[in-house]
């Protein structure tokens, strides 16, 4: 799977939008880009995923670079119950018993 | 909205002694996975599990680990002879209904601590 380089903290006011860049540029052209974060020593969570065009759910919108080597995950209005750790993780499509690859991703802090 | 359950949330053990821990997927999954995660370290994958057998596993998952679906709702992993270093949070996921939609997307659960003393 391709590697994946994230800050490794931010920071962003509350209501304010948070924007969390990814760069990925060995990914291939079968390879998603997906979003996961964890609060505290949850589980991770699912927040979208992409293959080229971008993305957007109830969580978040994800755009994706025209080459496809870095993609950015936007969380609209942050709220304090967003500070968590995001991963961006590029997997391959059909990778059904591949396992994630989960780096140190970013550590999002919401300031009140 | 269907998710991934685990049971128990925390764990405590002997050195020596097994374990089992336990996971019901989300209803219609195919792929089964255990992730651990050590205080403070990455998220690290440890096996996948698709049509009653392992499909990928890591090098973390030696003999002393083993992976079943006893049923059609539960995946359990068990550590045999469990020791200090084993003590970390322990993750299920599933993934890939075959319903209305083909989809990759791993959905975990919220984890078992796992103390070793």
């Known amino acids: 799977d391709a590697k994946t380089t994230q800050p490794p903290s931010m920071d962003c006011a509350e209501g304010r939008a948070a924007n969390l860049p990814c760069n990925h540029s060995t990914i291939s052209g079968n390879e998603y880009v997906y979003w996961y974060r964890q609060i505290h020593s949850q589980g991770p969570q699912y927040i979208i995923h992409?293959?080229?065009n971008n993305e957007t759910n109830e969580m978040a919108s994800l755009i994706i670079t025209e080459d496809r080597k870095s993609s950015t995950l936007i969380l609209p209005h942050a709220t304090l119950r967003d500070t968590a750790v995001y991963y961006c993780?590029?997997?391959?499509?059909?990778?059904?018993?591949?396992?994630?690859?989960f780096g140190k991703g970013t550590h999002l802090i919401i300031q009140p | 909205e269907p998710e991934v359950t685990q049971t128990p949330s925390h764990q405590v053990t002997q050195m020596g002694q097994e374990v089992i821990l336990r996971c019901v997927p989300i209803s219609n999954h195919l792929y089964f996975y255990w992730y651990r995660q050590i205080l403070g370290q990455k998220v690290e994958f440890l096996v996948s599990f698709y049509n009653n057998e392992i499909s990928e596993k890591s090098e973390i998952f030696d003999d002393q680990f083993s992976v079943e679906r006893p049923d059609g709702s539960n995946f359990t992993l068990k550590i045999r002879s469990t020791k200090l270093e084993d003590s970390a949070m322990y993750f299920c996921?599933?993934?890939?209904?075959?319903?209305?939609?083909?989809?990759?997307?791993?959905?975990f659960g919220p984890g078992t601590r796992l103390t070793v003393l």
């Open positions: 996921a599933s993934s890939s209904d075959r319903g209305q939609s083909w989809s990759d997307t791993q959905y």
């Open positions: 993780i590029v997997r391959p499509s059909g990778g059904g018993a591949d396992g994630l690859t």
């Open positions: 992409g293959l080229k």
